[in-house]
C-alpha cells in the first residue's frame, strides 16, 4: 500500500525571505521601523500580515522565515512569540537572496515542494496564493513562477506606474511567487550565479538568456514563451509561468506610493 500523498493533495512548505538589504531603504526611512518587514502597514507589520496568509493555507504545512537579523527580532514582539510557539521557524538571512533561499530550502526534504515568497507582499491572501498552489500543483514544470499582466494592473490601478516587462504577446509583472518541486531547486542556485555576475552585465546576458534571446526582446519580438524556454534551457530547469486573476498579486511595498496604494486598498476592503 502507498501512502505517499498524490502531488494534487500534497502540502506545500513556506518560505518567506525577510532581510534588509540596504539601510538606505525608503519604507524603513519613511516609517521608522526597524527593518522593512517591521514597517507597519494599516497599522500591521508586513511581515505579520504575510505570516497571517500563509497560517490560512490550508496547503501549507510549514513556515520558515529567513531574516531579519535575530538583532532585530525584539522590535516585533508578536513575530518572536511565533517564533518562540515553533508556528514559525526562523534562519538567519545570508549576504543574498538567492543564498538565504538556498538556506531556507536545505531545511526541507527534498520530496515536499515549496513556495517561496517576500516579506513585503502586504496584499497577499490566502486566496492569491491557494490559486497559485493550486495551479502549481498540476503545472508541467519544476520550477513555477507567479505573474499578472499588464491588462490586469492597468485595469485594477488606472494610472499607477508599475515595472513591466513588456514582450511580444503582452506585459506581464511578477508577484514574488515561486513554487519549486525536488528538480526545481537547481534554479535558486542558477539564480546565485547570476546575482554573483550583476558587476558583469555581459556575461550575465550571455549566462541568463543568451544573447539572441536579448536581442529578440530588444527588438520586440520575444514572446512569454520564448523567454521561458531560453531560461529553462539555460538553468537545465523546466519553467512555467503561472498567470494570477488578482491584480494585487502583483503589488509588492517597495517605495512609499506602494505603501500608501497598500493602505488604501486594505482600508476599502475593512469598509
Not at 93 to 116: C, H, Q, Y
Request: aromatic share 4%; glycine share 6%.
Amino acid at each position: 500500500m502507498n501512502d505517499k500523498p498524490s502531488p494534487e493533495s500534497q502540502s506545500f512548505a513556506a518560505l518567506v525571505l525577510a532581510a534588509d538589504r540596504t539601510g538606505k531603504d525608503p519604507i524603513t526611512r519613511h516609517t521608522g521601523a526597524a527593518c522593512k518587514a517591521f514597517a507597519p502597514v494599516a497599522g500591521i507589520p508586513m511581515i505579520i500580515r504575510v505570516l497571517d496568509t500563509l497560517a490560512a493555507c490550508e496547503s501549507i504545512n510549514q513556515i520558515i522565515l529567513c531574516g531579519p537579523p535575530e538583532s532585530l527580532l525584539h522590535h516585533c514582539p508578536e513575530l518572536q512569540q511565533r517564533i518562540a510557539s515553533g508556528q514559525v521557524t526562523w534562519l538567519a538571512n545570508l549576504d543574498s537572496p538567492s543564498r538565504s533561499a538556498e538556506r531556507g530550502l536545505s531545511i526541507v526534504p527534498d520530496d515536499t515542494p515549496v513556495l517561496i515568497t517576500t516579506a513585503d507582499h502586504a496584499l497577499l491572501t490566502p486566496a492569491m496564493v491557494q490559486e497559485f498552489l493550486n495551479a502549481s500543483r498540476t503545472a508541467a514544470g519544476d520550477a513555477m513562477v507567479g505573474t499578472v499582466t499588464e491588462q490586469a494592473i492597468a485595469a485594477a490601478f488606472p494610472g499607477a506606474k508599475r515595472t513591466i516587462i513588456r514582450l511580444r504577446d503582452g506585459g506581464y509583472r511578477g508577484c514574488n511567487l515561486y513554487a519549486f518541486r525536488s528538480r526545481g531547486r537547481a534554479l535558486v542556485r542558477f539564480w546565485q550565479q547570476a546575482e554573483d555576475l550583476r558587476k558583469n552585465p555581459v556575461k550575465l546576458i550571455a549566462r541568463v538568456l543568451g544573447f539572441k534571446t536579448v536581442l529578440s526582446y530588444c527588438f520586440g519580438l520575444l514572446t512569454l514563451q520564448q523567454g521561458v524556454a531560453a531560461v529553462s534551457e539555460k538553468s537545465g530547469v523546466a519553467i512555467q509561468v503561472l498567470v494570477l486573476s488578482d491584480a494585487c498579486a502583483g503589488i509588492d511595498v517597495d517605495k512609499v506610493a506602494d505603501l500608501q496604494l497598500a493602505e488604501s486598498l486594505l482600508s476599502q476592503q475593512q469598509r
